[in-house]
C-alpha cells in the first residue's frame, strides 16, 4: 500500500550525521542521510552489515551509545525536532511515540521479570491507567500477538518462552503505547529460519491495524520486497538509492542496488552476506574518495574516482550514481589505473 | 525445588562430616588426651583405665560415631586448659561474636552495595574515582593495621571510642547483647568497621563491575527503548540483575567474616569464639579447636543453604526447571 504524498511526513531525517571521536580521528559513520517516512508507511532499510542501518536507527530513538553522536542534521517527528532533547523529554517520546524492537528477542526482555510485569510497567510509564487496567491491556496485547493462552502465559518468565514467542512479546512491549513509528532493526535475524515469515507478517499485520509506521532495518531483500511501502539501501554510511519498492525492485538504478536485487532471496531464507557483489564493503577509515563504491562497480568511470554523487533523481528513485547525471562518469576506467 | 532443597542437605552434612572427621582426627591424633587431662604423677593403670573409661581404646571408627553423636548433641567434653565443658564455653562466647560479624557484615553490605551501585553507574564521576581509590587501600591494607590505625586514631588521639572489649552488655539469659546500651554500641563501631572493610571493598568492586556489566546488556537497552523511567532502569531491572550473583559472594563473606573475626577480636580484646580459639591454640586445648572448627564449617553450611534459597527467590529461571537451565544472561 502506497502511502498518500500529501500528509506531511510522521518523520523527517535530515542531513544526519553520526560520528565517533577515535584515538586516529573521528569516523563518520552516517554521512548526510536524508529520508522521511509519512504515517503508517513501511520504509525498508537495506544494506550490508557496518553500513550504517542500526546507528541511523539508534540515533532517530536517541539511544546511540557513547563515544557514538549526532554530529549534524536534524530529526523531526510530527514536525517537533527530537534529536536535540533532553535525555528526560526524549525518554517520554520512547516507548510512546517510538516503540523500537531489536535483534534478539533472546536477550531484550530481562531475565527476571515476568513478561506481564514488564508489559504492565511499559504502559503504566507511558497511560494514565491503573494497575488492573494496565494488566487487561497487557492482556489484550499478547493475545494480538498471538500468545496462545495468554492468561496464563502473562505470568511466566522469558526463558520459559520460545524465541519465536519472546520477539511476539518484544512487538507487544513496542506497542504498549500505541506508538506512531516502530523502528525494527533487524527483527528476525536472529530467529529460525521457520519462524521468520510469521514475525514478519505479525508485524505487517498489526502495523497495517494500528496505522503505526515502520522503519524496517533488514538485510533481507526478501523480506523488504513483500513488506515494504519504500526502500532505502544504504552503502558505508550514506543512502545511495531511495524510492517505491516496486520501482527499486524491479528497476534499480544504482549499480549497488542491481547487484542487491541480482537474486532476491524468497522471504525466509536467510543471507548473512549479499554474496552477489564482488569485494566487500570498505571499512569507515577506508572509504575512497569519489563514489564510495567505485572499487567494486563495473561501470563506474573517471568522475567517479574524484568526484562523490549525491542522490539525484533517477527514474521513479534517487540514486546517488554517475550514471544518472547529463554529465556521465566520464570515460571508463581499468583496475589498474583505478589502483594506482 | 523440594529434590533440590533435599539434595543440598545431603550435601551440608556430607560436609559436616567431613569437617567433624578433621576435627576428629585432631581430638584423637594430636597429642595424648591423657597426658592433657592428668598430672604427671599418674600411674600407667590408672591411665590406662582413663583410656578404657573414656572409649579411647575402641576401635576408631566406634570412636569417631561416639565423637560426632557427642558433637550433635554439642558435647565436645572439658576443656584440658580450664576444665570446663567446651559447649558452655563456646556458647557463652557466641553472642560476641555473632553480633559482631553481623554488625560489620551489615557495614559492608550497607555501604559497599550503594557504593557499588553508585561507581558502576557513573564510573566517571570523581566520587566514583574516589570511591575505587579508597577500596584500593581498603583491600590492600591487612586487617589488624586497620583496626590499629582506627584505635590510634578514634581511641588514643580523638578519644571518641573505645579501643578494646565490648564495653557494657545486658544479659538476657541466654543471649548477652551490646546493642541494649550506649556504651554497648560505641565499643561495636571501631571492631565492625575493622572486621567489615574488606568485604566491603570486595563487595563494592563486584557490585560495580556487575553492574557495568548488566547496563551493557540489550534488556537494559531495550527497557530504555521502551521509555521507562532511569529509577525504573537502575533500580529495579539493573539492581536486581547485579544482585543475582552478588548473594553467592556476600554469603560467602558473611562466612569469611565470622572466621576472620579471630584477628579482630585479638586486636581489640572481643571475648569472642575467635579470642578463644586463639587462646586454645597457645595452650594446645583440643577439645575447644576442635569445636570450633565444626561451629564455623556448621555456620558455613547454614549460610550456604541460605543462600540456595535466596537464589529461588531472586531468579525464576531456577524454579520449575530445577538446576538445568544456564543461569546466564
Ligand atoms: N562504538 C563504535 N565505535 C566505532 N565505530 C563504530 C561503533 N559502532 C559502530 N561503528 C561503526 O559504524 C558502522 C555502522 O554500524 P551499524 O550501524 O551497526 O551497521 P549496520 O548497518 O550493520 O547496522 C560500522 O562500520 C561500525 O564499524
Ligand atoms: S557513481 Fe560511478 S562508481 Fe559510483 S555507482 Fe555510479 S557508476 Fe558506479
Ligand atoms: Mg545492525
Known amino acids: 500500500m502506497a502511502a498518500p504524498s500529501n500528509n506531511p511526513p510522521l518523520l523527517e531525517v535530515k542531513n544526519l550525521r553520526v560520528e565517533f571521536p577515535t584515538r586516529r580521528g573521528t569516523l563518520l559513520a552516517v554521512d548526510d542521510v536524508s529520508f522521511d517516512i509519512a504515517p503508517g508507511e513501511v520504509l525498508g532499510v537495506v544494506g550490508e552489515s557496518g553500513a550504517g542501518k542500526s546507528l541511523t536507527g539508534n540515533a532517530i530513538i536517541g539511544l546511540l551509545e557513547p563515544p557514538g553522536r549526532i554530529a549534524g542534521g536534524e530529526v523531526r517527528l510530527e514536525g517537533r525536532r527530537i534529536d536535540d532533547l533532553p535525555y528526560e523529554e526524549m525518554r517520554k517520546v520512547r516507548g510512546a511515540k517510538i516503540g523500537a524492537i531489536f535483534q534478539d528477542p533472546l536477550t531484550s526482555l530481562n531475565p527476571l521479570y515476568s513478561v506481564g510485569r514488564q508489559l504492565v510497567e511499559t504502559i503504566q510509564t507511558h497511560l494514565p491507567l491503573s494497575a488492573g487496567q494496565a494488566r487487561t491491556r497487557a492482556l489484550d496485547l499478547l493475545k494480538e500477538v498471538g500468545i496462545p493462552a495468554a492468561e496464563s502465559r502473562i505470568d511466566h518468565y522469558p526463558h520459559q518462552f520460545s524465541g519465536g514467542m519472546r520477539q511476539r512479546v518484544v512487538i507487544a512491549l513496542a506497542l504498549c503505547a500505541d506508538p506512531r513509528l516502530i523502528v525494527a532493526d533487524e527483527p528476525t535475524t536472529a530467529l529460525d529460519v521457520s519462524i521468520q515469515a510469521q514475525i514478519i507478517a505479525l508485524l505487517k499485520r498489526l502495523c497495517r491495524e494500528h496505522k503505526t509506521a515502520v522503519m524496517l532495518v533488514t538485510h533481507d531483500m526478501g523480506v523488504i520486497a513483500e513488506t515494504a511501502d519504500r526502500v532505502a539501501v544504504m552503502y558505508a554510511g550514506r543512502i545511495v538509492e531511495i524510492g517505491p519498492v516496486r520501482d527499486v525492485v524491479k528497476h534499480a538504478k544504482h549499480p549497488y542496488t542491481k547487484g542487491l536485487m541480482g537474486s532476491i532471496p524468497s522471504l525466509g531464507i536467510r543471507h548473512d552476506r549479499l554474496t552477489q557483489i564482488d569485494g566487500a564493503m570498505p571499512r569507515l577509515t577506508e572509504i575512497p574518495p569519489g563514489c564510495a563504491f567505485n572499487p567494486r562497480c563495473t561501470e563506474r568511470g573517471r568522475r567517479c574516482l574524484g568526484e562523490r554523487p549525491d542522490l539525484m533523481a533517477a527514474g521513479a528513485t534517487r540514486a546517488a550514481c554517475w550514471l544518472h547525471e547529463r554529465g556521465g562518469v566520464g570515460t571508463a576506467v581499468t583496475k589498474e589505473l583505478a589502483d594506482a | ?329
Not at chain 2, 562430616?17 to 584423637?28: H, I, N, P
Not at chain 2, 553472642?95 to 552495595?113: M, Q, R
Not at chain 2, 539492581?239 to 572466621?259: D, F
Not at chain 2, 553450611?301 to 530445577?322: M, S
Open chain 2, 1 to 329: 525445588m523440594l529434590a533440590f532443597i533435599l539434595r543440598r542437605l545431603l550435601q551440608s552434612i556430607a560436609v559436616l562430616l567431613t569437617v567433624g572427621l578433621v576435627a576428629f582426627a585432631l581430638f584423637r591424633y594430636v597429642g595424648d588426651p591423657i597426658n592433657a587431662m592428668v598430672g604427671q604423677d599418674t600411674s600407667m593403670e590408672e591411665r590406662e583405665t582413663l583410656r578404657e573409661k573414656l572409649g579411647l581404646n575402641d576401635p576408631a571408627p566406634i570412636q569417631f560415631l561416639v565423637f560426632i553423636g557427642n558433637a550433635a548433641r554439642g558435647k565436645f567434653g572439658l576443656s584440658y586448659r580450664t576444665s570446663e565443658p567446651v559447649g558452655r564455653m563456646i556458647l557463652e562466647r557466641v553472642p560476641a561474636t555473632l553480633e559482631l560479624s553481623i554488625c560489620a557484615a551489615l557495614f559492608a553490605l550497607l555501604v559497599g552495595v550503594p557504593m557499588g551501585v553508585y561507581t558502576g553507574l557513573y564510573p566517571r564521576h570523581w566520587l566514583s574515582q574516589l570511591f575505587q581509590a579508597v577500596s584500593l587501600i581498603g583491600i590492600s591494607l591487612p586487617t589488624f593495621l586497620i583496626g590499629i590505625l582506627l584505635i590510634l586514631i578514634f581511641a588514643v588521639w580523638l578519644r571518641l571510642l573505645p579501643s578494646f572489649g565490648r564495653g557494657e552488655t545486658v544479659d538476657l539469659g541466654w543471649w548477652t547483647t551490646n546493642f541494649l546500651t550506649w556504651k554497648g554500641i560505641q565499643a561495636l563501631i571501631l571492631p565492625s568497621i575493622t572486621l567489615g572493610l574488606f568485604q566491603l571493598t570486595l563487595l563494592m568492586r563486584l557490585v560495580r563491575s556487575e553492574m557495568l556489566e548488566v547496563m551493557r546488556t540489550d534488556y537494559i537497552k531495550f527497557a530504555r527503548a521502551r521509555g521507562l523511567t532511569n529509577r525504573a532502569i537502575n533500580f529495579g531491572h539493573a539492581l536486581k540483575n547485579t544482585l543475582v550473583p552478588v548473594i553467592t559472594v556476600a554469603g560467602l563473606q558473611l562466612g569469611a567474616i565470622i572466621a576472620f573475626a579471630i584477628v579482630t577480636e585479638t586486636v581489640f580484646a572481643w571475648p569472642g569464639v575467635g579470642q578463644l580459639f586463639i587462646q586454645s591454640v597457645q595452650f594446645a586445648d583440643i577439645p575447644v579447636m576442635a569445636a570450633y572448627l565444626l561451629l564455623i564449617g556448621l555456620l558455613f553450611v547454614l549460610i550456604n543453604l541460605t543462600v540456595d534459597l535466596l537464589y529461588f527467590a531472586v531468579d525464576p529461571r531456577l524454579r520449575g526447571q530445577g538446576m538445568a537451565r544456564p543461569a546466564g544472561h
